[in-house]
């Protein structure tokens, strides 16, 4: 059975596709491909009046002739036909359909009032609609995938805490692309379309709910029913960060928005009260969207803003000092008796005040060992990890006991202290920074990204204490974040 | 010869290494290995009183002992022999010395007795010396390269139109690190270390005057003569756009400077103020500082605020036109005249206002007809072009083709017409967005960095228009971009 009637998109036993195509350019014939490849393993069945086989499977002239039930039907058929076998997915008893085809709403009158039609059967039908005019869904764990671009010009992303939902389809797919090559991990991705039926609002509720999903993002240009969007961001954020790119903030925009989704865009003052009231992180930009995302799936929230800044590099550590005081962080002074400790431990020529300066002479255990005197010291509520692993008292096994020692001081502490990392450099940098990321600590390439990683962590611990929701949020972490 | 007494630390014609050694594991082996290894082709001495040979290159136990002429020696011994094998420089007539080694003015009152001590060598003999306390200089053109850090841990960048200096020895290093692996080209980069003889000043001065140098990038922490830093600052921006990332600017930042390089910071304000006054470009990070070098070395300056926006995805479009209008850039509507030539060439669906959406259907030659049009219509200042590359109507072959019209179309313009792109995916997107960049468009993650890349664009041009010399620039743009 399913958890809602929206997870029927995401974890479907059986799909139909209609309008699979034999044609390689066409996408009815991509998303079969894709499908396959993503390694779906429910049942599959293509829709074709004039084929008996597409990529291997037998083909079905329409739904109403395959023996078995059908969860979900992807439809890319022309627009006029739509409303026609939505009719017969409903007689077939469908759950779910996905409709790829543009020419509806987006297209005019006549497109608008097709797109009526298709809702009106839909609602008959007690069936759920995502789309029209969208990419649907990529699901990395159940290899659902009805994007229709090629394979040798795209990549698709591992599994892994993240869900992104994206008003834009093109937007969405250049994403996934992204993820991919930058080793995001994703739960669940949905393109929403012209948002007929499902928009927005019922993903947030469904992703609160889901057990793959640590963090949500969302990318916008505008939403229908703001009260309906406020009140689900209520319930989602005291659970799940919600992370927002709303785009058509500018008059600019906004005017371009119109013309690609039809958005009315609203005034930008609103969403942003609407963010701030429902503790939504609001970013800047793709990069920006899931630097934060990321710090947030893999991290726990930060207690305060007191940052300690532990770094390999003198100049990294000034400039780490000067983004965190830009976001709004602060890097205080550490106490005497927390010098004294990290003098005992450092090199004479290391800097023991915050930034923590261990200097390029430092070794592992430098490394090592002043993480924990700052993370037991009660005086810091976050940590900027700047490694430079390029040095050559740094070993390459650096990162498994750096990171072994931080789980152990935080399963000790009774609130954990979140660290994010910044690795500016190369190859071999990078081989390291990626491995701490697989193992939990967030890395970016430059030291003002890790700031704004650590300002989200900060903002929605400060948001889950003004709820008083810090501890059982922090208590939930523990148990879920292996 | 030399074209000044600082040409000597780039292109010298014979180098000593003072140091030299067996040990793999000493900075000494390391400065000779990557000298050998990237390719320079003058005359190497290791000088080693305990070794007849080091890595296949007859050692001599002092200068003295060089039979020819040696115009650069690289000091990595104890700071307390270094006057003593300065002198033996001067005797020998070396006509610039570097010194790797620490141990001067950063660790206190003797360190600095011992570096007064070396300036004042330094000057009796007419030499000019680089640090101490830094990790020298990196010509991929000539070779010379003074870094010791090893190769399988480090990469270095090609060669390239945009010089580097950096007070950060160790962030100079992850930088040209990190430049190897995003494939930006250096012409020079030098770290200054301590600055006890050639500061930034005197390489502002230098780079001016150098061939290879289209675009100047600083990092600073501090510096001792602003009167004389402004004094350089004006005689270069009229020529070569300078980009300063200077650190240290809160009080955290300025503190942890202090400690770092002893530089007293300053009045960040006071900064501020310098570079407004001298056409000097402030970069916010290490992304945004060579984000907008790129732009500045391969792009003619805009010669006006106005930016047209020429996009596959729509909602990158939106992106982009809120990202210029938060840079203080204007996305214009089009005249009708040049909206319905664009209607011409363009497909029904697709949008051709500002931003002009292509849409996810377009083939090569919307986005190449279009262009032109744009280019030709004297409404636009700059254009951020975002290709979409994945999408199934564009060829591999648009980036020759889109590029090659450009220039065509730029050569018959009076005042060219600079364009940045935006390529938000993964392997494929960036296989060909690099081959755009190669080719001489600036080419950006997201819409957002090519947005601030094209501000950088305009704010040099009005720099220039400013102090009445865009034209010229324009045409020793046009003279030297190949």
Chains 1, 2 share one sequence.
């Not at 597409?54 to 002739?65: C, E, H, N, R």
């Not at 297209?107 to 069936?127: F, Q, R, S």
């Not at 008059?251 to 003052?269: C, F, M, N």
Request: proline share 6%.
């Amino acid at each position: 059975m399913f958890k809602s009637d929206v997870d029927v998109f995401f974890n479907p036993k059986s799909i139909a596709i209609i309008g699979a195509s034999r044609d390689p350019k066409k996408p009815g014939y991509q998303i079969l491909y894709n499908m396959l490849s993503s390694g779906y393993k429910g049942k599959l069945y293509p829709i074709n009046p004039r084929a008996t086989e597409i990529l291997g499977l037998k083909a079905y002239p329409s739904v109403k002739q395959v023996p078995e039930d059908i969860d979900l039907a992807v439809i890319v058929i022309p627009a006029q036909y739509v409303p026609k076998v939505a009719i017969e997915c409903g007689d077939k008893g469908v759950k779910g359909i996905i409709v790829i085809s543009g020419g509806f709403k987006e297209v005019g009158p006549e497109g608008a009032k097709l797109e009526e039609e298709l809702v009106k059967i839909v609602k008959e039908y007690n069936m759920r609609l995502m789309g029209p005019n969208c990419v649907g869904v990529y699901v990395p764990k159940t290899g659902v995938n009805t994007t229709f671009l090629t394979r040798d010009r795209m990549g698709f992303p591992r599994h892994g805490p993240i869900a992104f939902i994206s008003q834009s389809g093109a937007f969405g797919v250049a994403v996934l692309d992204w993820a991919a090559m930058r080793d995001i991990g994703l739960s669940k991705f949905a393109s929403i379309g012209n948002k007929a039926d499902i928009d927005e609002t019922d993903l947030l509720e469904y992703l609160v709910e889901d057990e793959d999903t640590r963090v949500i993002t969302l990318y916008i240009e505008g939403v229908s029913n703001g009260r309906k969007f406020i009140n689900s961001l209520r319930k989602v954020t005291p659970r799940k960060p919600v992370i927002a790119l709303k785009a058509g903030k500018t008059e600019a925009g906004a005017r371009a928005a119109s013309s690609h989704t039809g958005s009315l865009a609203g005034s930008d003052v609103l969403y942003d009260v609407a963010f701030k009231q429902t503790g939504t992180i609001r970013a800047l930009g793709m990069e920006d969207l899931f630097d934060m995302a990321i710090a947030l799936a893999f991290q726990p929230p930060a207690k305060g803003r007191k940052v300690a800044i532990l770094t390999v590099g003198g100049g990294s550590g000034v400039m780490a000092a000067d983004a965190c005081i830009d976001q709004g962080l602060e890097v205080p002074r550490l106490s005497e008796r927390t010098i004294e400790k990290l003098r005992k431990i450092l090199l004479p020529i290391a800097s023991p005040y915050n930034p923590i300066d261990i200097t390029g002479s430092a070794r592992d255990e430098h490394m090592i060992e002043s993480v924990e005197v700052l993370m037991r010291s009660g005086e810091i509520d976050v940590i900027i990890w700047i490694p430079y692993f390029m040095v050559p008292g740094i070993s390459e096994g650096v990162v498994d006991e750096f990171i072994k020692r931080v789980r152990e001081v935080n399963e000790e502490l009774e609130t954990p202290i979140p660290i994010v990392g910044a690795a500016t450099g190369g190859t071999y940098t990078w081989k390291l920074a990626a491995k701490a990321e697989r193992m939990g600590i967030p890395m970016y390439l430059s030291v003002e990204r890790a700031a704004k990683a650590a300002w989200a962590l900060c903002k929605y611990g400060e948001w889950l204490k003004k709820l008083r929701v810090f501890t059982e949020y922090v208590e939930r972490y523990r148990k879920n974040k292996d």
